[in-house]
């Protein structure tokens, strides 16, 4: 079992319309989790992070965790095609100098 | 959010040749750094963590003796590619989190393209 898993799409969504993309991790114990949007051929940029359960906005951005279901989820509303990149799930465990650890990514392409 | 310089963002060199890659916390101190590589339509695979003042340790299946790590003060780590090929060619990426708390999110370099001809 991958430690953190993400249909790797791609996910095609209109102009406008809600974008919700899915990851869920291995170990129980993490305690950070990120969303990272990636660019072809670009380093990844952190566009959201959580640590606890629930959900968190930021602008058109919402993360949500469920650490019991060991599922994490981001939202975009009003997607627009700026907003087509990969989408990188990342968890990393208790610890300042824990790793981070990657999924695949969502390749998300939103049509105009 | 810190920054996290990468040098070079690009680089073609001969096989059997040496390639050094920089990574710098600009704003920052950062005792670990992480290096990962990429390669076309896969995810970032960590390759070792660079540990300041000390041997970096090495994920499963990546040779030390060819990905020289060396991380030499709190703010430079560099990866050294010796005698790369051609299936060395790959998007290597480096990355630093500030030394506080538990829950920081890594930043990211811009990246080093590595075509090995």
């Known amino acids: 079992q991958k430690e953190v898993e993400q249909n790797s799409g791609p996910l095609s969504v209109p102009e406008g319309a809600i974008a919700s993309l899915n990851c869920t991790y291995s170990d129980r114990v993490s305690q950070s989790f990120f969303w990272y949007r990636q660019y072809s051929g670009k380093s990844p940029e952190l566009i959201m992070s959580?640590?606890?359960?629930g959900d968190k906005e930021d602008g058109r951005f919402t993360a949500q965790l469920n650490k019991a279901s060991q599922y994490v989820s981001l939202l975009i509303r009003d997607s627009q095609p700026s907003d087509s990149a990969t989408y990188l799930c990342?968890?990393?465990?208790?610890?300042?100098?824990?790793?981070?650890?990657f999924g695949i990514g969502t390749k998300l392409q939103v049509i105009p | 959010g810190a920054v996290v310089s990468q040098h070079p963002s690009r680089v073609i060199c001969k096989s059997g040749t040496s390639v050094k890659i920089e990574c710098r916390s600009l704003?920052?101190?950062?005792?670990?750094m992480f290096w990962y590589r990429q390669f076309p339509k896969q995810s970032l695979m960590l390759m070792a963590t660079?540990?300041?003042?000390?041997?970096?340790?090495?994920e499963q299946g990546v040779e030390k003796d060819k990905f020289l790590i060396n991380h030499a003060s709190l703010t430079l780590s560099t990866l050294t590619v010796t005698s790369a090929h051609p299936e060395d060619s790959s998007f290597y990426i480096c990355?630093?989190?500030?030394?506080?708390?538990?829950?920081?999110?890594?930043?990211f370099g811009q990246g080093t393209r590595l075509t090995v001809v």
């Open positions: 704003d920052f101190q950062a005792t670990t």
């Open positions: 660079s540990n300041e003042g000390s041997k970096a340790t090495y």
């Open positions: 990342a968890v990393k465990g208790s610890g300042g100098y824990q790793k981070v650890t």
């Open positions: 959580i640590y606890s359960n």
């Open positions: 990355s630093a989190s500030p030394l506080t708390a538990t829950n920081t999110e890594a930043f």
